[in-house]
């Protein structure tokens, strides 16, 4: 089965850390990943993608990401988290022509 | 970027009852997806509707407890029938960017609480 998964339900940084938020996935193909990020009492916003190219992605609020075929590993990173970054995190996977199916949810929480 | 209107905001309703939730995007899209999150949690899709067609549903959700509507490129409406305290969620409207890119965008939900 198709899937994707999120093994930490929180992630704790302190500011000026760096951060990392682990995503592995399982589908067949190919994959096309993503990271969408949202904030308290909104609706999701993208963050970025990969799709094929560079396994290295860099996305909005300085966010990047990590694709791994090996290790069935899209993780995405911070060099230096604010404050501002404390969010619930998603990652997903495409399936099929344009269905995005999304991981369980990672909530970050930065301490300033 | 796609800007999409959802209304309402949030309700309150009673078990039994039915919710109609409209979603209005300020571009035509081909599809559009609607998703239920139940607080805190991850994002179930609940189906896809293409204009002019019956709606795609995912396993575990039917078209009459969620019956959708899709009359144009830039409008759909979801209805939550016969609504229980579990259907208490929020339901997310979402739209495929240009380009057959995979990247979606969403409306800010609509957060339904049944008593």
């Known amino acids: 089965a198709q899937s994707v998964a999120q093994p930490e339900d929180q992630v704790n940084v302190a500011e000026g850390n760096p951060l990392t938020v682990k995503c592995t996935y399982s589908v067949s193909g190919n994959p096309y990943l993503f990271w969408y990020v949202q904030y308290p009492n909104r609706g999701l916003q993208f963050l970025l993608k990969y799709i094929t190219g560079d396994n290295l992605v860099k996305g909005s609020y300085g966010f990047e990401a990590e694709f791994n075929k090996s290790q069935t590993s899209f993780h995405l990173k911070k060099p230096s988290a604010l404050v501002s970054d404390s969010a619930l995190y998603f990652c997903?996977?495409?399936?099929?022509?344009?269905?995005?199916?999304f991981g369980s949810g990672t909530r970050l929480s930065i301490r300033p | 970027s796609a800007v999409i209107s959802q209304k309402p905001s949030r309700d309150i309703c009673q078990r039994g009852t039915s919710l109609t939730i409209q979603c209005q995007v300020d571009?035509?899209?081909?599809?559009m997806f609607w998703y239920r999150q139940q607080p805190g949690q991850s994002l179930t899709l609940i189906a896809t509707?293409?204009?002019?067609?019956?709606?795609?549903?995912e396993s575990g959700f039917v078209i009459d407890k969620f019956p959708i509507s899709r009359p144009n490129l830039t409008f759909s409406t979801l209805t939550v029938s016969n609504l229980s305290p579990e259907d208490s969620s929020i339901y997310l409207c979402s739209v495929e960017k240009t380009g057959n890119t995979g990247e979606l965008f969403f409306g800010e939900g609509s957060r339904l609480t049944v008593l």
């Open positions: 571009s035509q899209v081909t599809m």
């Open positions: 509707a293409n204009q002019g067609s019956e709606a795609t549903y």
């Open positions: 997903a996977v495409r399936v099929g022509a344009s269905k995005i199916i």
